[in-house]
């Protein structure tokens, strides 16, 4: 692919051609604000922040979407820009209750860091509530359409990227809004409780269900032997909350913040991923020898057993019988565990901790207490344990390390 060369705001960059003008802002060091437009996603140019002025153009145009061409002069900062800029987020911030204190994205919002990038402490537009009430009828998801700011992400994320549709436009012109096929709840659609749209909305219009009440309830009885599991995922992400670089390996610190939060016992769910492993692989070979339904299919990740339920119910019988990694070792909690360390099954209240949300489905599925008690009591997803850490004033980069 051939170079092009674009001048912006007086630096001369080269790009390769068919490059965006925001991919030009980023590689001359150029922050443009934009709440619409996500890297993984086609640009729909909705909310208008991210304009430029081109000359000879008498017109903005949308950095997210328009293409460079060779010798293009851009203005990112010119008064009709800022102004531009200034009126977009000033008329998304008539419809959005500003109400951050109270808000679970407060000081992790993009619509916040848009606004003090662009020096907005106040509106000139009245405020006008957007229609529908809070949608919290999925175990897994909440819904709040007021928070809405109608980038379309949740929309494209969960058609494009995840194939399922749960979600999209309604209504026309200034009055659409986004919603769920016929108004239902989410509980009551092909919602297959991924979360996937959680990490694409850039508000708090969409938020996992939360479980660190229950938890801290669990923590604070002195009946309760409280123990938890962590996904391998957790040891990688976590940091991240704690503005350590991505990737960050921080599981033997993590294990210690795990005990200062006041769990009893704190293990790795490796040890059932390889149980899983091992049951799946048994089933696999009986499947063989006596003419079971094959390929077997995983059984290991509750939004895929949520999928196939949903839109290949006629491939169930190809799926495992075998419970996840997460409901193995809440079945061995409440019955192995329970009976080597001679605690009443009733009296363990088992944590885990999870990159995905719809493990906060699964848990709650009532097939999922072959014990008699429910193998999970509770799911955090890692931003919530994030959360509970900086509550007490846990500073995960500086603890030491603990063991499993």
Same mark, same amino acid.
């Given at each position: 692919?051939?170079?092009?060369?674009?001048?912006?705001?007086?630096?001369?960059?080269?790009?390769?051609?068919?490059?965006?003008?925001?991919?030009?802002?980023?590689?001359?060091?150029?922050?443009?604000?934009?709440?619409?437009? /996500?890297?993984?996603?086609?640009?729909?140019?909705?909310?208008?922040?991210?304009?430029?002025?081109?000359?000879?153009?008498?017109?903005?145009?949308?950095?997210?979407?328009?293409?460079?061409?060779?010798?293009?002069?851009?203005?990112?900062?010119?008064?009709?820009?800022?102004?531009?800029?200034?009126?977009?987020?000033?008329?998304?911030?008539?419809? /959005?209750?500003?109400?951050?204190?109270?808000?679970?994205?407060?000081?992790?919002?993009?619509?916040?860091?848009?606004?003090?990038?662009?020096?907005?402490?106040?509106?000139?537009?009245?405020?006008?509530?957007?229609?529908?009430?809070?949608?919290?009828?999925?175990?897994?998801?909440?819904?709040?359409?007021?928070?809405?700011?109608?980038?379309?992400?949740?929309?494209?994320?969960?058609?494009?990227?995840?194939?399922?549709?749960?979600?999209?436009?309604?209504?026309?012109?200034?009055?659409?809004?986004?919603?769920?096929?016929?108004?239902?709840?989410?509980?009551?659609?092909?919602?297959?409780?991924?979360?996937?749209?959680?990490?694409?909305?850039?508000?708090?219009?969409?938020?996992?269900?939360? /479980?660190?009440?229950?938890?801290?309830?669990?923590?604070?009885?002195?009946?309760?032997?409280?123990?938890?599991?962590?996904?391998?995922?957790?040891?990688?992400?976590?940091?991240?909350?704690?503005?350590?670089?991505?990737?960050?390996?921080?599981?033997?610190?993590?294990?210690?913040?795990?005990?200062?939060?006041?769990?009893?016992?704190?293990?790795?769910?490796?040890?059932?991923?390889?149980?899983?492993?091992?049951?799946?692989?048994?089933?696999?070979?009986?499947?063989?020898?006596?003419?079971?339904?094959?390929?077997?299919?995983?059984?290991?990740?509750?939004?895929?057993?949520?999928?196939?339920?949903?839109?290949?119910?006629?491939?169930?019988?190809?799926?495992?019988?075998?419970?996840?990694?997460?409901?193995?070792?809440?079945?061995?909690?409440?019955?192995?565990?329970?009976?080597?360390?001679?605690?009443?099954?009733?009296?363990?209240?088992?944590?885990?901790?999870?990159?995905?949300?719809?493990?906060?489905?699964?848990?709650?599925?009532?097939?999922?207490?072959?014990?008699?008690?429910?193998?999970?009591?509770?799911?955090?997803?890692?931003?919530?344990?994030?959360?509970?850490?900086?509550?007490?004033?846990?500073?995960?980069?500086?603890?030491?390390?603990?063991?499993?």
């Amino acid at each position: 692919m051939d170079n092009i060369k674009v001048t912006i705001d007086g630096m001369q960059v080269t790009v390769p051609e068919g490059a965006t003008v925001l991919e030009a802002a980023e590689k001359a060091k150029i922050k443009i604000p934009r709440l619409c437009y /996500h890297p993984d996603l086609p640009p729909v140019s909705a909310c208008r922040l991210c304009v430029v002025e081109i000359e000879g153009d008498r017109l903005l145009r949308t950095s997210c979407s328009w293409k460079c061409q060779d010798g293009m002069n851009i203005n990112t900062k010119s008064q009709m820009v800022r102004k531009s800029r200034k009126m977009a987020l000033e008329l998304i911030l008539s419809r /959005h209750p500003m109400l951050c204190t109270e808000c679970t994205r407060n000081n992790n919002c993009e619509l916040q860091s848009a606004a003090d990038q662009l020096g907005i402490t106040e509106t000139r537009f009245e405020f006008n509530a957007r229609p529908g009430e809070v949608d919290d009828s999925s175990a897994v998801l909440v819904r709040d359409p007021a928070k809405c700011i109608l980038c379309r992400r949740c929309i494209q994320t969960c058609e494009l990227v995840q194939s399922i549709s749960a979600i999209g436009l309604e209504g026309r012109g200034y009055d659409v809004w986004v919603d769920t096929p016929f108004g239902k709840g989410l509980d009551d659609v092909a919602c297959v409780s991924c979360g996937q749209c959680i990490n694409r909305c850039p508000v708090g219009a969409l938020y996992e269900k939360d /479980h660190i009440t229950r938890v801290w309830d669990a923590l604070d009885n002195p009946k309760k032997h409280v123990i938890v599991q962590t996904a391998p995922a957790v040891r990688a992400a976590i940091g991240e909350s704690f503005d350590m670089p991505a990737g960050s390996l921080v599981t033997d610190k993590m294990v210690t913040g795990l005990r200062m939060l006041g769990f009893d016992k704190v293990f790795d769910t490796d040890f059932t991923a390889d149980l899983t492993i091992m049951e799946e692989g048994t089933e696999l070979l009986n499947r063989v020898k006596n003419g079971g339904t094959l390929p077997l299919l995983t059984s290991c990740s509750p939004g895929w057993i949520n999928f196939i339920e949903h839109f290949y119910p006629q491939l169930l019988p190809h799926v495992s019988s075998c419970k996840s990694p997460q409901q193995m070792f809440g079945a061995l909690a409440k019955t192995y565990y329970a009976e080597k360390n001679g605690i009443d099954p009733k009296d363990i209240y088992s944590v885990s901790i999870m990159p995905c949300t719809a493990k906060k489905y699964e848990c709650q599925r009532p097939e999922m207490n072959d014990s008699g008690f429910q193998d999970v009591d509770a799911v955090l997803t890692t931003r919530e344990l994030a959360k509970m850490m900086k509550q007490v004033g846990i500073d995960l980069p500086e603890l030491d390390a603990g063991e499993y």
